[in-house]
Structures are given as structure tokens and as C-alpha cells.
């Protein structure tokens, strides 16, 4: 173990906060050695005759072989997903379709135990956070989604919905299986069949989730998995067999993927980066207040696309919400991803953790004041510190760029529009955080706040009924709820 420095001016002191260990049983998954790509109901391998190894982030050991897919290998899933969709799926009875949902449903709950776990040793989140978050979200959107597919008529009344046919789909590492049921459950509840690509640093638990469709009866080729780097997520959107492309990932991907289908026709949904301002008012609950910016950075080592990243707060009670919050950071347990305890886990990637190291990096050189709480790190693993900045300049990269990890940016304000504003000086707009105890302010802020999200005296809330999604360079097309269902429709005819 190697001790963390304690950086930046002196809070109060440390509470004690001494935890016996609490480990997750680890031997309730056992991965495969390898895992094939799944195409038409099969595990296989691959044509490229490739494969990778998959390792967990907080100790850096290896999990499974993991079959990198190529242009070939896409093409057969592609074929695979089609069949499916002309065989049967696509004209399925919608109440017979429902039924494979709320299937799949019931086994992510049965088994979440199982895929928390995975989730956890693959991506390196807390166990908590998998247990109490990902698993159920994941279950919750295939029972939401379940309820439509037979209510679409109902849904769009006079506009005759029709399925578009094979959507590929492409997810990022935050949220693996979480993402994949955002993306999976709508496909399928609207008729259309899938190929799905994860993360190349998280792709077990969309594999345990081909046993899982497997479990359910889901006939095959209806949902389709091609594990692999970036080439492979390129090869996927090349393919000319598609009739959608649903994309969640940064920024950068998503404009390459944009321009990749320009002209071609093809339904486009994507879910980008974010800097979400998380906006503090004098008159707020302010413990209440500190939990929810814990909540709205630290959740997920702050590797969430909605993280409220930028925290505005009142000039009157900066000095005092920035004080109570350093001291709640001292209590932030960090390691363990499997520990129970654990509030803060490992870091995704290596390349990850160096991403995040570059931008705090700048933080500093540009004259912001960081802090960090004193905290040990696991010397093995990937591990980023709970860190705040004060300080910050508006213009600098820790305030406009996605940091994508437990790195707080601090600004202040002092009039209600200066705070619309400031949040609203960036290319993105995901999400919002307002802390207030005035509703009229809420709804004054709200419609003045360019963010596809908007929370009140909270943060990081998500239902599968609640439309997610951005503005500007954020993305475009929204998930969940009825508007997220039109993004795998084709109406009339
Ligand atoms: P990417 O956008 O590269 O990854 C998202 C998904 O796209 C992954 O499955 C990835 O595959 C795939 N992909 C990569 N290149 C291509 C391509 N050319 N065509 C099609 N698919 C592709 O995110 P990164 O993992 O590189 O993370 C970089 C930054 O992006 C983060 O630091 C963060 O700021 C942001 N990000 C935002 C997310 C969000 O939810 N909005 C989620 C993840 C990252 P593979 O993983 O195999 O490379």
C-alpha cells in the first residue's frame, strides 16, 4: 500500500472511520476461459481468429479471452440479426414479444447477484453501486419496456408504428450492462433485432447476457454480440445491412460515426459526453446539498456522461458548503471494488486513469487549488484520488473538458442568471443539478438551463420512464420512455 499525499490547504481533521472488511463473494461468477461472439443464438469464434484478454481494473488481473471481431465477423452477426428480424420477430405478436422481455427481465433479477459481481471485477465499480444501481436499472428498463410492446398503437395513436428492422448498437464501459438494456429493451419491444458492441475494457457481462437471452428462449439471432476494440464499432457502423445506428460514447466517436452515415439514410441516436453543472443556492438544504454533489461526481468514480462535474455554488455560502463538502470526502472510502464498503473504486483503464492524471495536471498548472483527502491507494489497479478543485477559472480545461472521473471543478456565482450562465457556457448539455428550497426558482432555472436532464434537489436519478438525453454536442435522440421507444420506429405504411 502506498500513502496518498494530502494536497491542498488543511480541512478539519480526519474522522475515524474504521470499517472491518466486507467482501462480496467472488466465487458466485465463474467466467469462461474464452468467450466466442454471439451470432445467431451461438457462442463462436471468431473469423479473425483473434482474441484479447479482458482484466479487472482494480488489480490489473486477467478474466476471460475475449474474441476481437472483424469486418467478417460483423457481417455474419449483421446476416444473423436480419434473418431473425424476416424469420418471425419483426411480425411476432407483440404480447408474444412482451413475454421474452419480461423473461429476460426476471433473470437479470434472479441472477443480478451473479452480474453484479461480473460487473464489478470487469469495470471496477463499487459492488454497491452494481448491486443497487446497474442490476435493478437493467431489469427495471426490460419490465418498462415489456409493458410497451404490445401498447404502441396506444402510444402513437393514428401514426401506424412499424419496426425499422437491425439496429447496431454501441456502448461505452461506464455502464455496461445498464447501457445495454437502455439500448437492447427498446429495440426489441418495437420489433427490430440486434447487433450490440461493447466496451473492449468491460464485454462479460454482455456475454453472460447471451446466456441470459439464451435462458429466456429468445430465438436466435434476435440479439447478436461482437466483442472488439474502436475497428470493430467502425466495422459495425459500415455495415450496409443496418437500418439504425444507436450510439453512447464520447464525443469524438460519435461526430467519426455521424459522418460515417451522412448520407445514408440511417436513424441516428447519440448519447455524448457532458459538464454538467451541478448549481447550489443559498437557501438550499445544504447537508442535503453535499450528498447530492457527492453523489453527482464521486458515483462511478465520476465515469458517468451526466457526472455533475462543474459545481456552481453561491458566493454567500461557498466557503462554508466547500468546507462541509472537504470534510465529507474524508469519509469517501476508496478500493475494493468488492467490498461493500467501498464508495469509490478503480478507475476503468489505464489509459483512462492517464486521461484523468493529463487534465488534473492542467488544473494545477493553470492556478487552481486542489484538494484531495488524505486516503490510501491500492498499489496495484488503477486509482484516482476523490479530488476537488477551488479556484477554477471558467475558461480553464478542468471546466470546460470532460474529465470523466472523481475530479470536482468549483465555481462560484451570485445572481440566478449569472449561475444560468456559467452552466450553460459549454458545448455540451446533458444534464443540470438545482439546489434550492423555492420551487418558482427550480422552474425559473430549469427553462433557462440548455440540458436535456434537469434535477431538483437531487442528482443522478434515472427511470426507465424518463426520457434521457442532450443537447448540442451532448448528442441528440432520447432514451427511455415513450421518446425513447420513437427511436426504433418507422411510422405509417
Ligand atoms: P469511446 O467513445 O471511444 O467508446 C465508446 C464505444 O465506442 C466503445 O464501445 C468503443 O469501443 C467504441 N468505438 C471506439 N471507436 C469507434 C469508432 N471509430 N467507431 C465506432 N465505435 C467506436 O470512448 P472511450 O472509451 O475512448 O473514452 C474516451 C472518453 O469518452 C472518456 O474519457 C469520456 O470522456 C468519454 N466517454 C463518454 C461516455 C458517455 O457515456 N457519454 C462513455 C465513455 C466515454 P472500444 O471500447 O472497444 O474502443
Known amino acids: 500500500m502506498s500513502d496518498i499525499e494530502h494536497r491542498g490547504p488543511a480541512a478539519p481533521a480526519p474522522l475515524e472511520w474504521e470499517y472491518a472488511p466486507a467482501p462480496e463473494a467472488r466465487d458466485i461468477v465463474s467466467f469462461r476461459e474464452r468467450y466466442g461472439l454471439y451470432i445467431g443464438g451461438e457462442l463462436v469464434d471468431p473469423r479473425s481468429g483473434e482474441w484479447f484478454t479482458t482484466t479487472s481494473p482494480a488489480d490489473e488481473s486477467p478474466l476471460a479471452e475475449v474474441a476481437q471481431a472483424s469486418g467478417e465477423d460483423v457481417d455474419l452477426a449483421v446476416a444473423a440479426a436480419r434473418a431473425a428480424y424476416e424469420d418471425g420477430w419483426s411480425s411476432l405478436r407483440p404480447a408474444e414479444r412482451a413475454k421474452y422481455l419480461f423473461r429476460i427481465a ?18 471496477g465499480k463499487p459492488i454497491k453501486e452494481s448491486r443497487d444501481v446497474d442490476l435493478p436499472l437493467a431489469a427495471a428498463h426490460f419490465f418498462y419496456h415489456a409493458g410497451w410492446a404490445d401498447k404502441l398503437e396506444y402510444a402513437f395513436p393514428n401514426r401506424t408504428p412499424r419496426p425499422l428492422g437491425v439496429a447496431g448498437q454501441i456502448i461505452p464501459w461506464n455502464f455496461p450492462l445498464l447501457m445495454l438494456a437502455w439500448k437492447v429493451a427498446p429495440a426489441l419491444a418495437c420489433g427490430n433485432t440486434v447487433v450490440l458492441k461493447p466496451a473492449e475494457t468491460t464485454p462479460l457481462t454482455a456475454l453472460m447476457f447471451a446466456d441470459v437471452c439464451r435462458q429466456a428462449e429468445l430465438p436466435a439471432g434476435v440479439v447478436n454480440i461482437v466483442t472488439g476494440d474502436g475497428s470493430t464499432g467502425a466495422e459495425l457502423v459500415r455495415n450496409e445491412g443496418l437500418d439504425k445506428v444507436a450510439f453512447t460514447g464520447s464525443t469524438e466517436v460519435g461526430k467519426a460515426i455521424q459522418r460515417e452515415l451522412a448520407g445514408r439514410g440511417i436513424p441516428l441516436t447519440l448519447e455524448l459526453g457532458g459538464k454538467a453543472a451541478n448549481i447550489v443556492f443559498d437557501d438550499c438544504a445544504l447537508d442535503q446539498a453535499v450528498e447530492g454533489i457527492v453523489n453527482g461526481i464521486y458515483f462511478n468514480q465520476g465515469h458517468v456522461c451526466c457526472a455533475g462535474s462543474r459545481l456552481l455554488v453561491q458566493e454567500s455560502i461557498a466557503e462554508q458548503l466547500i468546507g462541509k463538502l472537504k470534510r465529507r470526502l474524508q469519509t469517501l472510502r476508496v478500493g475494493d471494488p468488492l467490498d461493500k464498503n467501498t464508495d469509490v473504486g478503480a478507475i476503468n483503464s489505464r489509459a483512462q486513469l492517464e486521461k484523468i492524471r493529463e487534465l488534473v495536471a492542467s488544473g494545477e498548472a493553470d492556478g487552481a487549488e486542489i484538494y484531495q483527502p488524505p486516503c490510501v491507494l491500492p498499489e496495484r489497479g488503477y486509482w484516482f484520488a ?31 442568471d449569472e449561475a444560468v450562465e456559467k452552466a450553460n457556457n459549454t458545448p455540451y448539455g446533458l444534464s443540470a443539478g438545482v439546489w434550492t428550497e423555492k420551487g418558482s426558482r427550480i422552474l425559473w432555472m430549469a427553462s433557462r438551463l440548455r440540458a436535456g436532464v434537469v434535477w431538483a434537489n437531487t442528482f443522478n436519478r434515472f427511470d426507465p420512464a424518463s426520457p434521457f438525453g442532450g443537447y448540442k454536442e451532448s448528442g441528440f435522440g432520447r432514451e427511455g420512455g415513450r421518446h425513447g421507444l420513437e427511436a426504433y420506429l418507422r411510422f405509417g405504411g
Open 106 to 123: 426476471r433473470i437479470l433479477q434472479e441472477r443480478s447477484r451473479e452480474l453484479a459481481v461480473a460487473e464489478s471485477l470487469d469495470g
Open 386 to 416: 476523490p479530488t476537488v478543485f477551488t479556484n477554477v477559472a471558467q475558461s480553464s480545461r478542468i471546466a470546460t473538458e470532460e474529465i470523466f472521473g472523481p475530479v470536482l471543478s468549483v465555481l462560484t456565482f451570485r445572481t440566478p
